[in-house]
């Protein structure tokens, strides 16, 4: 039998702090994992279709494979299924929604490497910045909140009113620009579908943390290859960032991020070493990930019977 688990079943079983742990335990693991592969291709349509294989951790008798639908000018933009299969014989445990997963799983590792690379937080918290009031800007602010107390938030994105109820969700205020939400904020979150960079250096200044996630793609940039090289870097994976994320955007290579968020959580980097240095967290996004959350919420339904059973093979 095959599980089938929506949109509102995965909101009924996923939860932060389980999520959050399972993505920290498998960054720390990901280097003995079989290594995954992302398939992007241009449509004969205003979209891309995406394909990320195989899922696998260790310790896991399972694999995932996703199939993303990319269309920026739909809504939802992110349209796919992950499929769950079993590492014993095969079957198809279960089917979900990727949209969800898919931004819980981004938008928490992004959280998590923020957290991470980040200046502590003072007494009265930081001011945290949003540019691009999507669903990974919710995961990662509400992520973020989990791990570290911020301040005021600020946000912008190009439509005003998606920003509006993003403020009013998080208890910030709407800034009309990229600029001025890096020129108000400590910590800035960005995951737009942006093809120019939205900042550059000297629309920043020293001490400040950087997250993008919108160069998950070729022909994607949010930040500018000044940026990127004055700052401390990391990455997810260095070759996925070069080939397709924002080192290939910015027109970097491999070794122009400083480590990995697997090389600072298992401690063989130290991180951001002095407060004054600009950090930046540019992951691509890799196919365990997906994984590490289809697989708790699979565990979950099954034991709270959540979500309909199908046999695909009747």
Request: aromatic residues 4%; neutral net charge; charged residues 20%.
């Given at each position: ?5 929506t ?28 290594a ?83 200046v ?17 800007a919710?995961?990662?602010v509400?992520?973020l ?10 946000v ?6 998606r ?41 920043t ?18 930040l ?10 990391v ?48 992951p ?31």
């Amino acid at each position: 039998m095959t599980r089938i688990l929506t949109r509102s079943d995965l909101r009924a079983l996923l939860e932060l702090e389980s999520c959050i742990t399972a993505l920290s335990d498998g960054f720390r693991g990901a280097a003995s994992a079989v290594a995954g592969q992302r398939v992007r291709t241009d449509l004969p349509f205003s979209g891309t279709a995406t394909a990320l294989i195989p899922g696998v951790l260790p310790g896991i008798e399972a694999y995932t494979v996703k199939v993303n639908a990319k269309f920026p000018g739909a809504r939802p933009a992110l349209r796919g299924v992950i499929c769950l299969h079993s590492g014993r014989n095969g079957e198809l445990l279960a089917l979900m929604d990727s949209a969800t997963v898919t931004a819980w799983r981004t938008g928490l590792a992004a959280a998590l490497g923020t957290h991470l690379l980040a200046v502590p937080s003072p007494a009265d918290g930081t001011v945290l910045g949003v540019i691009g009031a999507g669903a990974q800007a919710e995961l990662m602010v509400r992520g973020l909140r989990v791990m570290r107390r911020h301040g005021k938030l600020v946000v912008h994105d190009t439509d005003p009113d998606r920003a509006a109820a993003f403020a009013s969700r998080h208890g910030g205020r709407v800034l009309a620009s990229a600029t001025e939400i890096a020129s108000a904020a400590d910590i800035v979150l960005l995951a737009t579908w942006s093809r120019s960079p939205l900042l550059r250096l000297a629309d920043t200044r020293p001490g400040q943390h950087f997250t993008s996630l919108g160069a998950d793609e070729p022909g994607k940039q949010e930040l500018s290859a000044d940026l990127l090289e004055s700052a401390f870097l990391v990455v997810d994976d260095r070759d996925l960032a070069a080939d397709t994320g924002a080192l290939a955007a910015a027109g970097l290579a491999a070794s122009a991020a400083e480590a990995t968020l697997s090389d600072v959580l298992r401690g063989d980097h130290p991180g951001r070493t002095t407060a004054t240095a600009r950090s930046v967290y540019a992951p691509v996004g890799l196919p365990w990930q997906d994984l590490a959350l289809a697989w708790a919420a699979y565990r979950q339904a099954e034991r709270l019977d959540i979500g309909q059973q199908v046999d695909l093979l009747s």
